[in-house]
């Protein structure tokens, strides 16, 4: 079935310093690929997203960038700050009822 | 701009007990909404989705259920809980793109004992 495999789990970063999450979708059918940010104890928050027929897309500190040929799509945190500390999920999705979601990478940035 | 609120946010109830879980949408209308579990650790699984009053779709068949009352009201129940039904019960409702889940709201963490 479809699959959404989200590496790395965990990511350590100091302040200041880049961060780039990785995603690779099996569904070739995907068209859209949002991804969110979870602060604990909290639910899911939209943050970016991206659609197929974009390669990269970007708001202020975050972009995303998207190769169909691949099927991949990744996250870039520029200038981390200890508040983008949290769980992100990057998802997957055909434009039907279920978006399929990655396992989660919990970032952290150290002060 | 829409609101999702869930209650209650905690609960503890034993094994067989009964559970029910509300989530209630403000600010959108005839919404597609979701009812997700997230075990510690791990990423998000969509337990069932409604588009429409008393229509629930089931993507995993288990001891819960889900029912949809009123337009913007999303219920998800067990008449018996397990074990295995502890975790972290997220409601959604879908955002300007059509069939996604763009708004959770704050979620429910009951703990069965």
């Known amino acids: 079935g479809e699959n959404v495999e989200q590496h790395p789990s965990t990511l350590s970063v100091q302040e200041g310093d880049s961060a780039v999450i990785k995603c690779t979708y099996s569904d070739s059918a995907s068209n859209y690929f949002p991804w969110y940010k979870q602060e604990l104890g909290k639910g899911p928050q939209l943050i970016i997203d991206i659609r197929s027929n974009v390669g990269e897309k970007k708001d202020q500190r975050i972009a995303v960038t998207l190769n169909k040929t691949a099927k991949h799509f990744s996250l870039h945190i520029t200038e981390t700050q200890p508040e983008d500390s949290a769980v992100y999920f990057c998802?997957?999705?055909?434009?039907?009822?279920?978006?399929?979601f990655g396992a989660g990478t919990r970032l952290f940035v150290k002060a | 701009s829409q609101t999702i609120h869930q209650w209650p946010a905690t609960l503890v109830q034993p094994v067989g007990s009964p559970l029910s879980l509300e989530c209630t949408v403000e600010?959108?209308?005839?919404?597609?909404l979701y009812w997700y579990r997230q075990a510690a650790g791990r990423g998000l699984q969509l337990l069932f989705y409604s588009v429409g009053i008393g229509q629930i779709s089931s993507e995993v068949p288990q001891n819960l259920s889900a029912s949809r009352p009123q337009d913007r009201q999303f219920i998800l129940s067990s008449k018996k809980l397990l074990l295995s039904d502890s975790g972290f019960y997220l409601c959604a409702t879908g955002g300007a793109e059509l069939f996604t889940e763009a708004f959770f709201g704050q979620g429910t963490r009951p703990t069965v004992v």
């Open positions: 998802a997957a999705s055909t434009g039907g009822f279920k978006t399929i």
């Open positions: 600010g959108t209308s005839n919404p597609n």
